[in-house]
C-alpha cells in the first residue's frame, strides 16, 4: 500500500499537458494548524470561525462595491516619492493619482521613513482622501535587516543558515519585524526561501546587491526550518495585527536558485519538475503552514520554459496549499515578460496573462495610469473577468484586514524605532558569533594563546578593517557604519599593551579601486569623543559657514548618512546644508604610510568638499547622477576602469598612526523626482578612504608589514561589490589581486589564520591546506569584526555548520550534496570529485561523544505512518575543556523505492550548547507527511511503506560513517 498525497498528471506522450491537482484527502497533521487562520482546514473553535466569517463579510461588502478603477488602484504598488515629493510635504499625492484621488493607492515601496509621524502623516492623508477608507500597505525589504539602512543590521541568511540555530535565527526575524513596524512597515519581502544549489549564483546571498547570500543554503529540510524560524519571528507567529508584526513575503517562486550557469534569473536547470516538487516547494509550504507567510513574491526566471510569473503550477500549488495572502510580481517581473522571456505581445497581454494566472500586484512595470486604464479596458472586452480582478483585490485587502489596518492603521506614539535598535545590538552580536564556521584548525592554532609569547599580530587583508555587511545595507554593503566594528577593531579590544598590531589591506576587494566607509572608530568630534565628528545643520544649502548660524548640533555623528525621502530630522526642507568636524586618525599600519585615495561619495544634486588639516583636499561637485560605486559593476566596465582612481577622489598620503584634523562641508539642492530603481533617496553621503595602495605596491606594503610577526591574519574574501545580485561569477577563487597577496603572506612562513569573508563559497583548496586555521564569517553583520575576534581568542567557540557544499574547485560543479549515486561513481581523471568541506560540516575547540542514537514515533518504537513525527533521541557529551556546541544531524539513507533516491537526506538536526563535561540527552523531530514522502512514477504523492534507515552524522560528505544509525518501518 500506499499513502496518497497530491495527484498530478501528465499526459502518455512527449507532450506535458496541464498539471491536475487534486485535493489531499489527509486529515493535516497537527502543526499544519499553526497558522492562525487556519488555512489548511484545521478543526478551528467558533471564535476562529466567527472571526474568518466576519472578515470575509467585510471585505466581500468593501470589494463588491468598488469600481474597476478602485480595483486596478488596489493592485499598484506605489513609488514612495511619486506621492512624498521633492518637498517631502505629500504634495505630489493628488496628481499622482489623479484624475481618481480618491481611490488611494494598494501598497507603497521604498518608503523608509526616518520616524514614525512620517508614515502616520501620509495614511491619515490616505485614509482622508480615500471615499472608502482603505489603508495603504508599506512594503519592504528585510532579509537580514530593515532596507531602511539605518537599523539593525544583521548577517546575511546564509550565514544565519550556518548557525544551524533555529531559536536564534527566529529571534532575528523578531527583532527585524520590531524594527519595520516601527516606521510603519506592514509586509516584509522575506524570507528567500529559494535553494542555491548553484555556488556561483550571485542571489546565494542576497539583491546588487546578494542572491547566494540571503538563500539559506543547498538544502531544502535546513531551508525549511530555517525560513519558518525567521518568518515565524518577522510575523510573531502569526500576528499579523500585532503592532510588533509584519507580513512575510516569501520569495522568489519558485525554483530560482538552480538557474543555468549560476546566472541570476536565467532557466531552471535542476533535474526537473519532480525535484521541484520535492525539494524546491517544501520550504515555501512550510512557510505557509508554520511560519505565517502571508504574501509570495513570484520569481524572474523560467520554469519548464513557462516564465514564473505565469506558470499554472506554481499558482495552483498555492491553491492547492490554501494559501490565501497576496501574491505580487518580483520588481519589473511582468515586464519581463515581454522584454525578455517574449511570451506576450504588449502591455494588455502582459497584465491579462499575469492577473488571469493568479497574479496580484505590479511591482514598478507600468505606471498607474497605464496599470488602471488598460485594466478597465481588459475588463470591459471580458478579457479578464471582473470576479477575477475582485477576487485578486479580496486577497489584498484580506490581508490588510489581517494586518487590523481597518481597526488601527497608525504607529502607537509610544514607539521608539531607535530604542529598538540599540536593544538589539546585542543580537547582532550573538547571531554573528552562532554563524561563524571552523573549518580549519592544525595543531590547535585557535583560540589565540596571548601567555604563549606573541608579540606581533599582523592583519592582513581588504576585510581587515573595514565594514562588509552584503547586500540590501545600503549602496556600499556597508550601512549603517555608525554602529560597526571592524575585525580590527574586534582585534584590539583583546591585546594587552605587549602585543602589537599591524593592519594593512595589501589589496582590493575586487578588480578595480573602490570606496570604503571610513569606519567609525577613526573619528574623534570636537569634544573628543570618538565615534563621530561634531555635525552643524544649516537650513540653507548656500549658507555661510563662517558665520550662519547652525539649526542644530549633533555629535557625535559620522558623516555616512542616507536621510531617505526626508530632511534630517529637526530641518524643515531638503535644501540644507551640514559641516562635520574633528579628527580623523589613521590605524598603525606597519609601514610608515600607504598612497591612497580620500573622498565624499554624493548622490546626486549634492556637493561636498572634504579638508584636512585645514586644507581642501577633495570636491566631489554636484551633478545629475552623483558619483557612488554602489552597484556590481559589468565585466566589461571593470576592464576598463580597473585602474582608474575611484570617482572624485583625491590622491593621500596616510600616514600610519597619525591623527589629521578633518572637516566635511555638504551641500544638498533636492532638484529632481526620484525615479523607481534608479534612485530612491533624496540624499546620501559617504566618506570614504583607500588604502589598498595606489601605487600597485600593496603586496609589498603587506609583506613589509608582516614581516617578524608571529601570527598572519589573512582577512580575505568577497565584497558587495562581486557578490549579489547580477554578480554572477564563473569562479570560486579569490580575485587575482587577492591571489596574489595570500601567496605572498602564505610564503613568509609565518603561520597564517584565514578569516573568510563573502556571499558564497571559496574554491580555494590550496589555501585551505596551507592555513594553520580557516574561520568562514560569510557577511557577518554589524556585529562581524568583534564576533570573529570573540572566536579567534576563545571567548567564544565556533560551532557554526556549512549550509552549502564547499568545492574543491569550481569543475566540479554541481557539488550538493544530497546526490545519486550515479552522479559520483566515479571520479573525474584530473580532479577529485568531492567537496572540499561538505554540508554540514564544521569544527569546534572542544569534543563531543554520541550515545543512545534511538527513534520513536506515536505508532511505535520502530514504526511510523502518514501523520506521524518521529523523534530522534541522543546523549551527547562534551568531552573537552572548553564549553561549546555540537550540530547533531540526521540523514535518511538511500533506500529501494520507486524512484531513484539520494544517497542521504538531511531530515532533522538540533544544535546543542555544552559547558566542558556537560551531558545532555537531545531531541530531534521528523514530519513525516512533510519530509518523506516522493513523487511516484505516475506522479503522485506517496508515502512508501517499507523501511527507512536514519544515520546521526556529523555532515552530509561521501565519508560520513554511517554506522550509528536507526531503522524504522512505515506501516
Same mark, same amino acid.
Given at each position: 500500500?500506499?499513502?496518497?498525497?497530491?495527484?498530478?498528471?501528465?499526459?502518455?506522450?512527449? &507532450?506535458?499537458?496541464?498539471?491536475?491537482?487534486?485535493?489531499?484527502?489527509?486529515?493535516?497533521?497537527?502543526?499544519?494548524?499553526?497558522?492562525?487562520?487556519?488555512?489548511?482546514?484545521?478543526?478551528?473553535?467558533?471564535?476562529?470561525?466567527?472571526?474568518?466569517?466576519?472578515?470575509?463579510?467585510?471585505?466581500?461588502?468593501?470589494?463588491?462595491?468598488?469600481?474597476?478603477?478602485?480595483?486596478?488602484?488596489?493592485?499598484?504598488?506605489?513609488?514612495?516619492?511619486?506621492?512624498?515629493?521633492?518637498? &517631502?510635504?505629500?504634495?505630489?499625492?493628488?496628481?499622482?493619482?489623479?484624475?481618481?484621488?480618491?481611490?488611494?493607492?494598494?501598497?507603497?515601496?521604498?518608503?523608509?521613513?526616518?520616524?514614525?509621524?512620517?508614515?502616520?502623516?501620509?495614511?491619515?492623508?490616505?485614509?482622508?482622501?480615500?471615499?472608502?477608507?482603505?489603508?495603504?500597505?508599506?512594503?519592504?525589504?528585510?532579509?537580514?535587516?530593515?532596507?531602511?539602512?539605518?537599523?539593525?543590521?544583521?548577517?546575511?541568511?546564509?550565514?544565519?543558515?550556518?548557525?544551524?540555530?533555529?531559536?536564534?535565527?527566529?529571534?532575528?526575524?523578531?527583532?527585524?519585524?520590531?524594527?519595520? !513596524?516601527?516606521?510603519?512597515?506592514?509586509?516584509?519581502?522575506?524570507?528567500?526561501?529559494?535553494?542555491?544549489?548553484? $555556488?556561483?549564483?550571485?542571489?546565494?546571498?542576497?539583491?546588487?546587491?546578494?542572491?547566494?547570500?540571503?538563500?539559506?543554503?543547498?538544502?531544502?529540510?535546513?531551508?525549511?526550518?530555517?525560513?519558518?524560524?525567521?518568518?515565524?519571528?518577522?510575523?510573531?507567529?502569526?500576528?499579523?495585527?500585532?503592532?510588533?508584526? +509584519?507580513?512575510?513575503?516569501?520569495?522568489?517562486?519558485?525554483?530560482?536558485?538552480?538557474?543555468?550557469?549560476?546566472?541570476?534569473?536565467?532557466?531552471?536547470?535542476?533535474?526537473?519538475?519532480?525535484?521541484?516538487?520535492?525539494?524546491?516547494?517544501?520550504?515555501?509550504?512550510?512557510?505557509?503552514?508554520?511560519?505565517?507567510?502571508?504574501?509570495?513574491?513570484?520569481?524572474?526566471?523560467?520554469?519548464?520554459?513557462?516564465?514564473?510569473?505565469?506558470?499554472?503550477?506554481?499558482?495552483?500549488?498555492?491553491?492547492?496549499?490554501?494559501?490565501?495572502?497576496?501574491?505580487?510580481?518580483?520588481?519589473?517581473?511582468?515586464?519581463?515578460?515581454?522584454?525578455?522571456?517574449?511570451?506576450?505581445?504588449?502591455?494588455?497581454?502582459?497584465?491579462?496573462?499575469?492577473?488571469?494566472?493568479?497574479?496580484?500586484?505590479?511591482?514598478?512595470?507600468?505606471?498607474?495610469?497605464?496599470?488602471?486604464?488598460?485594466?478597465?479596458?481588459?475588463?470591459?472586452?471580458?478579457?479578464?473577468?471582473?470576479?477575477?480582478?475582485?477576487?485578486?483585490?479580496?486577497?489584498?485587502?484580506?490581508?490588510?484586514?489581517?494586518?487590523?489596518?481597518?481597526?488601527?492603521?497608525?504607529?502607537?506614539?509610544?514607539?521608539?524605532?531607535?530604542?529598538?535598535?540599540?536593544?538589539?545590538?546585542?543580537?547582532?552580536?550573538?547571531?554573528?558569533?552562532?554563524?561563524?564556521?571552523?573549518?580549519?584548525?592544525?595543531?590547535?592554532?585557535?583560540?589565540?594563546?596571548? !601567555?604563549?609569547?606573541?608579540?606581533?599580530?599582523?592583519?592582513?587583508?581588504?576585510?581587515?578593517?573595514?565594514?562588509?555587511?552584503?547586500?540590501?545595507?545600503? $549602496?556600499?554593503?556597508?550601512?549603517?557604519?555608525?554602529?560597526?566594528?571592524?575585525?580590527?577593531?574586534?582585534?584590539?579590544?583583546?591585546?594587552?599593551? !605587549?602585543?602589537?598590531?599591524?593592519?594593512?589591506?595589501?589589496?582590493?576587494?575586487?578588480?578595480?579601486?573602490?570606496?570604503?566607509?571610513?569606519?567609525?572608530?577613526?573619528?574623534?568630534?570636537?569634544?573628543?569623543?570618538?565615534?563621530?565628528?561634531?555635525? &552643524?545643520?544649516?537650513? #540653507? $544649502?548656500?549658507?555661510?559657514?563662517?558665520?550662519?548660524?547652525?539649526?542644530?548640533?549633533?555629535?557625535?555623528?559620522?558623516?555616512?548618512?542616507?536621510?531617505?525621502?526626508?530632511?534630517?530630522?529637526?530641518?524643515?526642507?531638503?535644501?540644507? !546644508?551640514? +559641516?562635520?568636524?574633528?579628527?580623523?586618525?589613521?590605524?598603525?599600519?606597519?609601514?610608515?604610510?600607504?598612497?591612497?585615495? %580620500?573622498?565624499?561619495?554624493?548622490?546626486?544634486?549634492?556637493?561636498?568638499?572634504?579638508? =584636512?588639516?585645514?586644507?581642501? =583636499?577633495?570636491?566631489?561637485?554636484?551633478?545629475?547622477?552623483?558619483?557612488?560605486?554602489?552597484?556590481?559593476?559589468?565585466?566589461?566596465?571593470?576592464?576598463?576602469?580597473?585602474?582608474?582612481?575611484?570617482?572624485?577622489?583625491?590622491?593621500?598620503?596616510?600616514?600610519?598612526?597619525?591623527?589629521?584634523?578633518?572637516?566635511?562641508?555638504?551641500?544638498?539642492?533636492?532638484?529632481?523626482?526620484?525615479?523607481?530603481?534608479?534612485?530612491?533617496?533624496?540624499?546620501? +553621503?559617504?566618506?570614504?578612504?583607500?588604502?589598498?595602495?595606489?601605487?600597485?605596491?600593496?603586496?609589498?606594503?603587506?609583506?613589509?608589514?608582516?614581516?617578524?610577526?608571529?601570527?598572519?591574519?589573512?582577512?580575505?574574501?568577497?565584497?558587495?561589490?562581486?557578490?549579489?545580485?547580477?554578480?554572477?561569477?564563473?569562479? %570560486? &577563487?579569490?580575485?587575482?589581486?587577492?591571489?596574489?597577496?595570500?601567496?605572498?603572506?602564505?610564503?613568509?612562513?609565518?603561520?597564517?589564520?584565514?578569516?573568510?569573508?563573502?556571499?558564497?563559497?571559496?574554491?580555494?583548496?590550496?589555501?585551505?591546506?596551507?592555513?594553520?586555521?580557516?574561520?568562514?564569517?560569510?557577511?557577518?553583520?554589524?556585529?562581524?569584526?568583534?564576533?570573529?575576534?570573540?572566536?579567534?581568542?576563545?571567548?567564544?567557540?565556533?560551532?557554526?555548520?556549512?549550509?552549502?557544499?564547499?568545492?574543491?574547485?569550481?569543475?566540479?560543479?554541481?557539488? #550538493?550534496?544530497?546526490?545519486?549515486?550515479?552522479?559520483?561513481?566515479?571520479?573525474?581523471?584530473?580532479?577529485?570529485?568531492?567537496?572540499?568541506?561538505?554540508?554540514?560540516?564544521?569544527?569546534?575547540?572542544?569534543?563531543?561523544?554520541?550515545?543512545?542514537?534511538?527513534?520513536?514515533?506515536?505508532?511505535?518504537?520502530?514504526?511510523?505512518?502518514?501523520?506521524?513525527?518521529?523523534?530522534?533521541?541522543?546523549?551527547?557529551?562534551?568531552?573537552?575543556?572548553?564549553?561549546?556546541?555540537?550540530?547533531?544531524?540526521?540523514?535518511?539513507?538511500?533506500?529501494?523505492?520507486?524512484?531513484?533516491?539520494?544517497?542521504?537526506?538531511?531530515?532533522?538536526?538540533?544544535?546543542?550548547?555544552?559547558?566542558?563535561?556537560?551531558?545532555?540527552? =537531545?531531541?530531534?523531530?521528523?514530519?513525516?507527511?512533510?519530509?518523506?514522502?516522493?513523487?511516484?512514477?505516475?506522479?503522485?504523492?506517496?508515502?512508501?511503506?517499507?523501511?527507512?534507515?536514519?544515520?546521526?552524522?556529523?555532515?552530509?560528505?561521501?565519508?560520513?560513517?554511517?554506522?550509528?544509525?536507526?531503522?524504522?518501518?512505515?506501516?
Amino acid at each position: 500500500m500506499v499513502r496518497r498525497l497530491i495527484l498530478v498528471c501528465f499526459a502518455a506522450c512527449a &507532450s506535458v499537458r496541464a498539471l491536475q491537482y487534486s485535493y489531499d484527502s489527509r486529515p493535516p497533521a497537527a502543526s499544519d494548524c499553526a497558522t492562525p487562520d487556519n488555512v489548511l482546514g484545521c478543526t478551528v473553535n467558533e471564535e476562529d470561525l466567527q472571526r474568518r466569517e466576519e472578515r470575509d463579510a467585510f471585505v466581500d461588502a468593501l470589494v463588491s462595491g468598488m469600481s474597476v478603477e478602485e480595483l486596478a488602484h488596489q493592485l499598484h504598488l506605489m513609488f514612495a516619492d511619486n506621492v512624498v515629493g521633492p518637498k &517631502s510635504e505629500l504634495e505630489l499625492y493628488d496628481s499622482a493619482l489623479a484624475p481618481h484621488s480618491n481611490y488611494t493607492f494598494g501598497t507603497i515601496h521604498d518608503f523608509y521613513p526616518t520616524d514614525k509621524s512620517q508614515y502616520n502623516d501620509l495614511q491619515a492623508l490616505n485614509l482622508n482622501r480615500s471615499a472608502k477608507s482603505i489603508p495603504f500597505m508599506q512594503a519592504a525589504e528585510c532579509l537580514h535587516g530593515v532596507g531602511s539602512f539605518k537599523q539593525s543590521m544583521f548577517p546575511v541568511p546564509l550565514a544565519m543558515a550556518a548557525s544551524w540555530d533555529t531559536d536564534v535565527v527566529y529571534s532575528v526575524g523578531r527583532a527585524i519585524g520590531a524594527e519595520a !513596524s516601527s516606521i510603519g512597515i506592514h509586509a516584509c519581502f522575506a524570507p528567500v526561501l529559494d535553494l542555491g544549489k548553484d $555556488p556561483r549564483w550571485g542571489r546565494t546571498q542576497g539583491e546588487s546587491l546578494d542572491f547566494l547570500p540571503i538563500a539559506w543554503g543547498e538544502d531544502h529540510v535546513l531551508t525549511s526550518h530555517m525560513g519558518v524560524a525567521f518568518a515565524g519571528g518577522l510575523s510573531k507567529n502569526g500576528s499579523w495585527s500585532d503592532h510588533d508584526a +509584519v507580513v512575510p513575503v516569501m520569495k522568489h517562486f519558485a525554483a530560482h536558485g538552480s538557474p543555468r550557469g549560476g546566472i541570476n534569473a536565467a532557466p531552471f536547470m535542476g533535474r526537473g519538475m519532480r525535484q521541484v516538487m520535492q525539494e524546491m516547494f517544501v520550504p515555501f509550504k512550510a512557510a505557509i503552514d508554520l511560519g505565517g507567510v502571508h504574501g509570495v513574491m513570484m520569481a524572474y526566471h523560467e520554469l519548464d520554459e513557462i516564465p514564473a510569473h505565469v506558470h499554472p503550477m506554481l499558482y495552483a500549488a498555492l491553491d492547492e496549499w490554501g494559501f490565501n495572502g497576496f501574491i505580487t510580481a518580483d520588481d519589473t517581473g511582468m515586464a519581463m515578460l515581454y522584454k525578455r522571456h517574449t511570451v506576450t505581445t504588449s502591455d494588455a497581454d502582459t497584465m491579462q496573462q499575469y492577473l488571469n494566472a493568479g497574479g496580484m500586484i505590479q511591482y514598478y512595470d507600468f505606471s498607474l495610469a497605464t496599470w488602471r486604464d488598460t485594466i478597465v479596458d481588459l475588463v470591459a472586452n471580458g478579457t479578464i473577468p471582473l470576479h477575477v480582478l475582485q477576487e485578486r483585490v479580496h486577497r489584498v485587502i484580506g490581508v490588510k484586514y489581517d494586518l487590523g489596518l481597518f481597526e488601527d492603521p497608525f504607529v502607537p506614539e509610544e514607539t521608539d524605532s531607535t530604542a529598538l535598535v540599540e536593544q538589539h545590538v546585542p543580537l547582532t552580536l550573538e547571531m554573528a558569533q552562532k554563524s561563524l564556521v571552523l573549518l580549519e584548525n592544525r595543531n590547535g592554532t585557535l583560540p589565540v594563546s596571548l !601567555s604563549s609569547g606573541i608579540k606581533k599580530i599582523a592583519l592582513v587583508g581588504p576585510f581587515a578593517d573595514t565594514l562588509n555587511y552584503g547586500g540590501y545595507s545600503g $549602496p556600499w554593503g556597508m550601512g549603517p557604519n555608525d554602529r560597526g566594528i571592524t575585525l580590527r577593531q574586534g582585534i584590539l579590544s583583546y591585546l594587552p599593551d !605587549s602585543v602589537s598590531l599591524v593592519s594593512t589591506w595589501g589589496a582590493e576587494s575586487w578588480l578595480y579601486h573602490s570606496q570604503y566607509a571610513v569606519p567609525a572608530y577613526a573619528y574623534t568630534d570636537l569634544s573628543g569623543t570618538p565615534g563621530g565628528l561634531t555635525a &552643524s545643520y544649516f537650513a #540653507d $544649502p548656500s549658507a555661510n559657514f563662517t558665520s550662519a548660524t547652525p539649526a542644530f548640533t549633533t555629535s557625535p555623528q559620522t558623516p555616512n548618512r542616507d536621510w531617505g525621502l526626508y530632511p534630517p530630522l529637526g530641518l524643515a526642507s531638503n535644501n540644507f !546644508s551640514v +559641516v562635520w568636524e574633528g579628527a580623523l586618525t589613521v590605524p598603525e599600519l606597519g609601514v610608515p604610510s600607504v598612497a591612497g585615495w %580620500l573622498g565624499a561619495a554624493v548622490s546626486p544634486n549634492i556637493s561636498a568638499e572634504v579638508f =584636512v588639516d585645514g586644507s581642501s =583636499v577633495a570636491r566631489s561637485p554636484a551633478t545629475p547622477v552623483g558619483n557612488t560605486l554602489s552597484n556590481i559593476e559589468s565585466w566589461v566596465w571593470v576592464q576598463d576602469n580597473a585602474t582608474a582612481a575611484p570617482p572624485d577622489g583625491a590622491e593621500f598620503e596616510f600616514e600610519s598612526g597619525r591623527t589629521y584634523a578633518l572637516r566635511v562641508e555638504l551641500r544638498v539642492w533636492n532638484l529632481a523626482q526620484k525615479i523607481e530603481n534608479v534612485n530612491s533617496v533624496n540624499a546620501h +553621503v559617504e566618506l570614504w578612504w583607500n588604502l589598498a595602495g595606489r601605487e600597485g605596491d600593496g603586496v609589498q606594503q603587506a609583506v613589509q608589514a608582516a614581516e617578524g610577526a608571529d601570527l598572519i591574519v589573512l582577512a580575505v574574501g568577497a565584497n558587495w561589490n562581486s557578490d549579489g545580485e547580477s554578480g554572477d561569477r564563473a569562479t %570560486l &577563487s579569490l580575485s587575482p589581486n587577492q591571489t596574489a597577496l595570500a601567496d605572498a603572506m602564505f610564503n613568509l612562513g609565518i603561520p597564517v589564520v584565514m578569516v573568510l569573508q563573502g556571499g558564497r563559497p571559496f574554491a580555494i583548496a590550496e589555501y585551505y591546506e596551507r592555513s594553520a586555521a580557516v574561520l568562514n564569517a560569510f557577511f557577518p553583520g554589524q556585529s562581524g569584526g568583534q564576533a570573529i575576534a570573540d572566536a579567534l581568542f576563545g571567548t567564544t567557540n565556533p560551532g557554526g555548520r556549512v549550509p552549502l557544499s564547499i568545492p574543491a574547485n569550481e569543475q566540479q560543479l554541481p557539488i #550538493d550534496y544530497n546526490i545519486k549515486y550515479t552522479a559520483r561513481a566515479k571520479n573525474y581523471t584530473d580532479v577529485y570529485s568531492y567537496a572540499q568541506y561538505p554540508f554540514g560540516y564544521g569544527l569546534s575547540y572542544t569534543t563531543f561523544t554520541r550515545a543512545e542514537f534511538n527513534a520513536s514515533s506515536a505508532s511505535g518504537s520502530n514504526t511510523f505512518s502518514p501523520g506521524d513525527t518521529i523523534s530522534f533521541r541522543a546523549d551527547v557529551t562534551n568531552t573537552g575543556t572548553m564549553a561549546g556546541s555540537d550540530v547533531l544531524q540526521v540523514y535518511l539513507l538511500v533506500r529501494r523505492s520507486t524512484i531513484v533516491r539520494p544517497q542521504k537526506q538531511l531530515v532533522a538536526f538540533t544544535r546543542v550548547y555544552l559547558d566542558a563535561g556537560e551531558t545532555r540527552t =537531545v531531541e530531534m523531530q521528523l514530519e513525516v507527511d512533510r519530509y518523506l514522502p516522493i513523487v511516484d512514477r505516475a506522479w503522485k504523492w506517496v508515502l512508501e511503506e517499507g523501511d527507512y534507515t536514519f544515520a546521526l552524522l556529523d555532515h552530509g560528505g561521501y565519508d560520513a560513517d554511517t554506522s550509528t544509525n536507526v531503522t524504522m518501518t512505515c506501516v
